[in-house]
T-cell receptor, first 117, second 118 residues
Framework: DTEVTQTPKHLVMGMTNKKSLKCEQH?????MYWYKQKAKKPPELMFV???????INESVPSRFSPECPNSSLLNLHLHALQPEDSALYLC????????????????FGPGTRLTVT | AQSVAQPEDQVNVAEGNPLTVKCTYS??????LFWYVQYPNRGLQFLLK??????LVKGSYGFEAEFNKSQTSFHLKKPSALVSDSALYFC????????????????FGQGTTLQVKP
């Protein structure tokens, strides 16, 4: 099973709302990622977790708050977003962060289409 | 700095013809290269990767890619295109700069839209 699931599929929220995106994988992967993707553009990395610890924060505004409750789950908490934050938010996982000859591919979920009004 | 270029925004091919989606890279050290495909309103799907070994890498759905070190290229190919191959294709390289550790980061190209016409 190479499936990463994400909920919800679509989300519309106002600029004062608080919402959360959820991501789940049961492949035993120890690295998980959040990406933001605008239409027809490559994904932009936001956060990387390795063994449930935050490994990379790509200078993401604090209105985005990631959380990794356990090795299978990854959440992204949203608060006071701006209209320019509207995008497809993708979660991905991989066996680990190892590089070189052990570079692992990432498996992506279908994404959450977020609209901020 | 590590970088990837996909020189074509769009590639058009007729169904049944061979297809090539181009990718060139610039890295410090050994390149670790990936191809992903994205269908409309979906996440990215892994197609194949080059880590080491044979220069011709075979992947999912009949795709393959040829690693060429002298031309710093990693072009994606398929002998006979299907209409269902129409999608957005991304080439990516690991962002493993010396001293930065294993970040897991990928540097993506800008993407190439493949249109296969019946």
């Amino acid at each position: 099973d190479t499936e990463v699931t994400q909920t919800p599929k679509h989300l519309v929220m106002g600029m004062t709302n608080k919402k959360s995106l959820k991501c789940e994988q049961h492949m035993g992967h120890r690295a998980m990622y959040w990406y933001k993707q605008k239409a027809k553009k490559p994904p932009e990395l936001m956060f990387v977790y390795s063994y449930e610890k935050l490994s990379i924060n790509e200078s993401v505004p604090s209105r985005f708050s990631p959380e990794c409750p356990n090795s299978s789950l990854l959440n992204l908490h949203l608060h006071a977003l701006q209209p320019e934050d509207s995008a497809l938010y993708l979660c991905a996982s991989s066996r680990g962060l190892a590089g070189g000859k052990h570079s692992y591919e990432q498996y992506f979920g279908p994404g959450t289409r977020l609209t901020v009004t | 700095a590590q970088s990837v270029a996909q020189p074509e925004d769009q590639v058009n091919v007729a169904e049944g013809n061979p297809l090539t989606v181009k990718c060139t890279y610039s890295v410090s050290g050994n390149p670790y290269l990936f191809w992903y495909v994205q269908y409309p309103n979906r996440g990215l799907q892994f197609l194949l990767k080059y880590i080491t070994g044979d220069n011709l890498v075979k992947g999912s759905y009949g795709f393959e890619a040829e690693f060429n070190k002298s031309q710093t290229s990693f072009h994606l190919k398929k002998p006979s295109a299907l209409v269902s191959d129409s999608a957005l294709y991304f080439c990516a390289v690991r962002d493993d700069l010396p001293g930065s550790g294993n970040t897991g980061k990928l540097i993506f190209g800008q993407g190439t839209t493949l249109q296969v016409k019946p």
